[in-house]
């Protein structure tokens, strides 16, 4: 007791105790506080300075509002160590140290870290070291989260890996597409920003995303998954799979392992990506599978639209064909099982390189047209022309070539004839 024996300076249990604080007005929390061995100080008027105490382990009960049906799930902590402060002159929390294996539980959502700090007043978690929370949507992982308990909003810092759950399915989804609601997005970066439970994303430093095969890396990353957009800045390298006709989903490799959690599960990410593919062919199961790799500055994509955008010096590399321009629209497949491409159109300083086994093929114009299915190119616009290496080259108003049955169709300017310098065949000399 302090001089005059009327006020507590200190108290200090020989074993295991308890504490708890009993809100004095209906919109605050109730807590309880428990540990092996705990020591607290009190300031003026007997009122608690600081708290602490080793095994230590929390329950928190928020009060329920106007707007909910039920009360809100308790939150739990467990942690070696805790150390609490108050705001002076008052029972109200102020700071929360918690550190060894700390972890932490509310309804479905769960985090673990070395340390975590709360800051009461301003609602807020950081944690530290090997810190992870997960929920039904997903989970993060990183070396510093600092989450906000009331809107669910987080950054994650330093060595961030990512995995987000399935959307379920809007009434006018078709799934499919970079934003492919039916599998698993997950991703590595730097650093890491969700806002809006989860809706809208950034990934920031040497960012990588994949759903299975189809692969985007860039500097930055930004996701609005309320009006299904993404887009990428900064070294942009995007990868899509072709969908082979005879794919059977039962043959696709696992994307990670389950991980039991409250509620729907989450998926374990990779400890890193599928490697990037070389533009063209790869053979899984006996199967060929074409890639369409594109880089460029910078990507805009709309997944109502399936149009991917991209500018500032594109190329486009696909199975043995590439394509160089100023800017590329990508059109990918109107199909909920398929986000491959089905068409392009490339405008600015176009030029399209293609190799066979017999030729090589090179085209140059200001606008191009890429049509997967026909295999067909189609050159207009800065006068395009066309080389064979095995047939000569040619000139026009509008060339078009169809690789898969070696067919060429030359449309010529009006009153302007069609130019064109074939090579000819030198006889082999008589036996």
């Given at each position: ?71 809100p799930a308790p939150a739990l902590t467990w942690s070696k160590n805790m150390l609490a402060t108050f705001v ?307 000139r026009g108003d509008k060339l078009t070539w169809y690789s898969k049955d070696d067919r060429f ?23």
């Amino acid at each position: 007791m302090r001089t005059g024996g009327r006020e507590i300076e200190a108290i200090e249990t020989d074993g295991a105790g308890a504490l708890e604080f009993i809100p004095n007005a209906p919109e605050k929390p109730h807590r309880w506080m428990n540990g092996d061995h705990i020591w607290m100080t009190y300031g003026p008027n007997n009122t608690i300075q600081s708290f602490r105490t080793v095994t230590a382990t929390t329950r928190t009960e928020k009060p329920k509002t106007k707007d909910m049906k039920e009360a809100p799930a308790p939150a739990l902590t467990w942690s070696k160590n805790m150390l609490a402060t108050f705001v002076p002159n008052s029972s109200s929390l102020d700071k929360l140290d918690q550190s060894g294996d700390f972890r932490y539980e509310e309804g479905d959502r769960h985090a673990k870290a070395d340390r975590a700090l709360l800051d009461q007043p301003n609602n807020i978690i950081t944690l530290l070291g090997n810190a992870r929370m997960a929920d039904s949507t997903g989970s993060a992982d990183a070396d510093k989260i600092v989450l906000c308990q009331t809107s669910g909003d987080f950054t994650a810092d330093g060595h961030v890996t990512s995995t987000r759950m399935p959307d379920k399915k809007k009434d006018d989804s078709q799934g499919g597409g970079m934003l492919d609601e039916d599998k698993p997005l997950h991703a590595r970066a730097k650093r890491m920003v969700s806002r809006d439970n989860h809706l809208d994303i950034r990934y920031e430093g040497d960012a990588v995303l994949w759903q299975g095969a189809d692969r985007l890396e860039a500097d930055t990353v930004e996701i609005d998954r309320d009006n299904d957009l993404l887009k990428a800045h900064g070294h942009v390298m995007s990868q899509l799979q072709d969908k082979v006709k005879n794919d059977d989903p039962k043959d696709d490799p696992p994307q990670g392992k389950a991980v039991k959690t409250s509620g729907k599960p989450a998926l374990k990410p990779k400890a890193d990506p599928p490697p990037q593919t070389d533009a063209g062919q790869a053979e899984t199961k006996g199967r060929l599978h074409v890639f369409t790799i594109v880089k460029a500055p910078d990507l805009n994509y709309n997944d109502d639209t399936r149009l991917a955008h991209y500018t500032g010096g594109v190329t486009l590399e696909r199975d043995n064909m590439s394509v160089h321009a100023q800017e590329v629209h990508a059109f990918l497949r109107n199909n909920s099982n398929d986000s491959s491409l089905d068409h392009a159109v490339a405008d600015g300083h176009v030029t399209v390189h293609e190799t066979a086994a017999d030729r090589t093929r090179d085209g140059w114009s200001e606008h191009a047209e890429y049509y997967v299915d026909q295999d067909k190119v189609i050159l207009e616009g800065g006068d395009p022309h066309f080389t064979d290496s095995t047939k000569g080259s040619t000139r026009g108003d509008k060339l078009t070539w169809y690789s898969k049955d070696d067919r060429f169709e030359v449309q010529g300017k009006p009153q302007e004839p069609v130019k064109s310098l074939l090579h000819k065949k030198t006889p082999a000399p008589p036996q």
